[in-house]
């Protein structure tokens, strides 16, 4: 609806949430699936990621099936025309886990992000922020409507923040 150029940074919240653990990179909750988009990304660009992510997204939270499930994973990717061997050449590839850590540590701190999902605007110069955190997420024009607000909003020097709270279900 508008046109938007998405570069993806990987940002892990496993890696900020560890307190005293120690992040599984190899068969870990998330961790994993970052270094396979990594290596995505190295192969196929961000337009795959941005596939890939939607596959994972629906997988985790329409199906409500495990991405620390090989197969889970393997699935998203021959849904979106990939080779399933990327999950396993990703995981032995050590230069996936260095990149990703490398990439999170940077939008930590030149970015300011905390959270997922961080929108930074202007081809990663400009404002960013966390959110917009939205369900169900509108379609066509009120898509466009709710982007070209929110751009504007994010523009504003003294925006910061804007939340509220979400309605429990009813059982």
Same mark, same amino acid.
């Given at each position: 609806m508008?046109?938007v150029?998405?570069q993806? !940074?990987?940002f892990?919240?496993? #890696?900020?949430? @560890? =307190?005293d653990?120690?992040?599984d990179? #190899?068969a870990? %909750?998330?961790?994993?699936?970052? !270094?396979?988009?990594?290596l995505?990304? %190295?192969?196929?660009?961000?337009?795959?990621v $941005?596939?890939?992510? $939607?596959?994972?997204?629906q997988? %985790?939270?329409?199906r409500?099936? +495990? &991405?620390?499930? /090989?197969?889970?994973?393997? #699935?998203?990717?021959?849904?979106?025309?990939? $080779?399933?061997?990327? *999950?396993?050449?990703?995981l032995? $590839?050590?230069?996936? !886990?260095?990149?990703?850590? !490398?990439?999170?540590?940077?939008?930590? +701190?030149h970015? +300011?992000?905390?959270g997922? /999902?961080?929108?930074?605007?202007d081809? =990663?110069?400009? /404002?960013?922020?966390? =959110?917009?955190?939205?369900?169900?997420?509108?379609?066509?024009?009120?898509? =466009?409507?709710?982007?070209?607000? &929110?751009?504007?909003?994010? *523009?504003?020097?003294?925006?910061y +923040?804007? @939340?509220r709270?979400r309605?429990?279900?009813?059982?």
């Amino acid at each position: 609806m508008r046109p938007v150029e998405v570069q993806w !940074r990987f940002f892990s919240l496993e #890696e900020v949430n @560890k =307190g005293d653990k120690t992040v599984d990179w #190899e068969a870990g %909750r998330s961790a994993p699936v970052l !270094r396979v988009l990594a290596l995505v990304r %190295r192969q196929h660009g961000h337009d795959a990621v $941005d596939r890939l992510y $939607d596959a994972l997204g629906q997988a %985790r939270f329409v199906r409500n099936e +495990e &991405l620390s499930n /090989p197969a889970v994973v393997e #699935e998203a990717l021959a849904s979106v025309g990939l $080779d399933r061997g990327l *999950r396993a050449a990703a995981l032995a $590839d050590a230069s996936t !886990r260095e990149e990703v850590l !490398r990439e999170h540590y940077g939008v930590v +701190e030149h970015m +300011e992000a905390f959270g997922v /999902p961080t929108l930074v605007l202007d081809g =990663g110069q400009g /404002p960013g922020i966390f =959110g917009p955190v939205i369900n169900p997420v509108p379609r066509g024009e009120e898509a =466009g409507q709710l982007w070209d607000h &929110l751009a504007w909003l994010m *523009r504003q020097p003294g925006f910061y +923040e804007i @939340k509220r709270t979400r309605p429990q279900p009813r059982h």
